[in-house]
């Protein structure tokens, strides 16, 4: 358990990575993530929270959203936020397409809480790292669904 600069109970000992459970600012609750991502984003904050507390400065708390991905040959997928709640596919995902580009929503409580998207641009997955950041209301699923990643560069 540590604080959000990954320092823990025990003064200058300090955790980062997947064995550290923080507060997750965005969902107000303890959190441990298993990804590479966060390992490094947490270590570069534990470093700058220790060198400011060596000089007497300050450091803003650690404000990270769950980010997954991966990247096999000609195959990327970019995942933002929760995948709890329900689903709404979007997008072409036909195996026989050449370069297929396809996503999902998780919506829960009327908002967009995490974002999937396969074959994405580099402006797309910025787009939907947006939207489950901001956590956009949905008043109609199947219309989200039609919307499909346009609903995300409009955000």
């Known amino acids: 358990q540590t604080d959000t600069f990954f320092e823990t109970s025990v003064a200058g000992v300090y955790a980062i990575g997947d064995v550290a459970t923080f507060p997750m600012k965005l969902y107000n609750e303890p959190r441990r993530v298993e990804h590479v991502d966060h390992a490094r984003k ?86 939907i790292a947006k939207v489950a950041r901001a956590q956009p209301p949905v008043a109609d699923v199947e219309a989200l669904g039609k919307e499909g990643l346009d609903f995300a560069t409009k955000i």
Do not use: C, H, M
């Open 42 to 127: 947490s270590a570069e904050q534990a470093v700058k929270a220790i060198k400011a507390k060596e000089s007497g400065e300050s450091v803003a708390e650690y404000d990270y959203l769950p980010y997954f991905y991966s990247r096999s040959f000609d195959v990327a997928w970019q995942f933002y936020g929760e995948n709890v709640g329900e689903t709404v596919l979007f997008g072409d995902n036909d195996p026989a397409v050449a370069k297929p580009k396809f996503g999902t929503y998780w919506v829960k409580d009327g908002k967009v809480i995490g974002v999937f998207l396969e074959g994405g641009s580099a402006d797309e997955n910025q787009a």
